[in-house]
């Protein structure tokens, strides 16, 4: 099309400038995920948490991003739509990217932790919807996608509260926590390896596995994070005979020592998370650009799939790296401190209960949203002390932005998109 051999390197140009501004979203905004409770719980400083996500962050993101993405995220718009007006994808996507980018912006600086995978769709749904034809949308995919607004918190909070009441239970209501927490850690760091390495394969190395022809089921996760965590018990185990007592500090608070066992744990599991991550949602910002560079490379030809240059997955790493260097203290200040108050054991509590959601979803096919997953998990382990312990305003102010998302990415992803048309077009 000539508006491709006119305008290609300046629409691709903007392409790469939105997915980084997208990508800076999802750094900024979707970092606390892995890091939000580590550091409200002080097992890490703001400054270890953000060392440790943008090396994990950047590794999961670059290394198993994926070499493919479809062309549409999530498959909620019919790409054969566009077959004959390729120019409405690429000013569709580039106005995705831009007003979802917009609104992660918006959502960090207020500090609220919102889905950055339903701020993309909710932008791709409005040019669809409003721009091309209401048809173009798979509204069953949309209602699936709302439905995870109730899902993904609820199956996290259940979780998680079971799992820090059994904390409670075995540990820290006996006379003796620490002799407790050293006797019941090695079933919890079996849960760690087994949880984090599941998330890893089926939410990080699934895409590196499928590049050199290895495709392994549900099962045979299962059956190699098994053997992970059995191996993470026993250096867990070994760990734990060289830890000494303090008991000074006890005198201030009697749980110093137990909460130096679960303070360990999180790091680990704050690094799986952050790989996981990367890896997953690094596409809500490189799918759309993949998408834009390929159409108009192509001179106008939508394929099925987007093939994934590496520069792409190196731009798009670095988005969410400059976004949580940047600006993903704000967020992590409102999952760490805002809603209840974290220690160590409360936190890996939370972790533990968000991995194993994901874990659900992903060998069911439930839709989650990451962010409500970790939201959920937290409210989950504040439930466990009773309603008094969870800051209700901020619980109530963080529901409403999830609301919000959709027809926010909805709103600006139109203006943006008639802009953009009237420009080009």
């Known amino acids: 099309m000539d508006i491709f051999t006119t305008y290609g390197t300046i629409l691709i140009v903007m392409a790469a400038a939105f997915g980084f501004f997208m990508a800076w979203g999802v750094g900024a905004n979707d970092v606390a995920n892995a890091m939000g409770t580590s550091v409200g719980s002080k097992a890490l400083t703001i400054k270890q948490a953000i060392l440790i996500a943008m090396v994990f962050e950047f590794a999961g993101a670059y290394l198993a991003g994926g070499e493919v993405t479809s062309t549409i995220r999530k498959g909620i718009v019919d790409s054969g739509v566009f077959a004959d007006k390729p120019d409405l994808l690429v000013f569709g996507m580039l106005s995705a990217l831009l007003a979802a980018g917009t609104w992660l912006m918006l959502a960090s600086f207020m500090g609220w932790p919102v889905s950055t995978t339903h701020s993309i769709v909710g932008a791709i749904v409005g040019f669809a919807a409003v721009g091309v034809s209401n048809d173009a949308v798979n509204w069953g995919k949309v209602s699936t996608i709302v439905a995870s607004w109730v899902v993904s918190p609820v199956m996290a909070g259940t979780i998680s509260f079971a799992i820090f009441r059994s904390v409670q239970r075995l540990i820290l209501i006996h006379d003796n926590p620490f002799d407790r927490a050293k006797k019941y850690a090695p079933m919890y760091m079996f849960a760690v390896g087994f949880l984090m390495a599941m998330v890893t394969l089926l939410k990080g190395l699934k895409h590196v596995f499928k590049d050199v022809g290895i495709k392994l089921s549900f099962g045979e996760n299962a059956l190699v994070a098994i053997g992970f965590g059995i191996l993470v018990a026993i250096i867990g185990t070994y760990l734990l005979s ?137 409210l989950g382990v504040g439930m466990a002390r009773g309603i008094g312990a969870i800051n209700l305003r901020m619980v109530g102010s963080i529901f409403l932005s999830w609301v919000v998302t959709l027809p926010a990415g909805a709103g600006l992803s139109i203006l943006f998109f008639f802009f953009f048309k009237g420009v080009f077009g």
């Not at 130096?260 to 809500?284: E, P, Q, R, Y």
């Not at 969410?320 to 999952?335: Q, S």
Request: net charge neutral; hydrophobic share 45%.
């Open 242 to 378: 060289k830890v000494q007592r303090d008991e000074s500090k006890e005198e201030d608070n009697r749980f110093y020592n137990v909460e130096k066992v679960f303070a360990v744990l999180m790091i680990f599991t704050a690094c799986s998370m952050a790989f996981a991550h990367g890896s997953n949602d690094v596409a809500n910002a490189v799918g759309p650009l993949a998408a834009v560079v390929n159409v108009v490379s192509s001179g106008g030809d939508i394929a099925a799939k987007s093939t994934m240059p590496s520069w792409i997955l190196l731009l798009g790493g670095g988005g969410i790296v400059f976004g949580l260097a940047t600006y993903g203290f704000k967020v992590m200040g409102t999952i760490g401190r805002k809603i209840t108050e974290l220690t160590p054991s409360r936190g890996f509590a939370a972790e533990l209960g968000a991995a194993a959601t994901v874990v659900l979803a992903s060998g069911t096919g439930l839709p989650i949203s990451t962010t409500h997953t970790l939201v959920g998990a937290v």
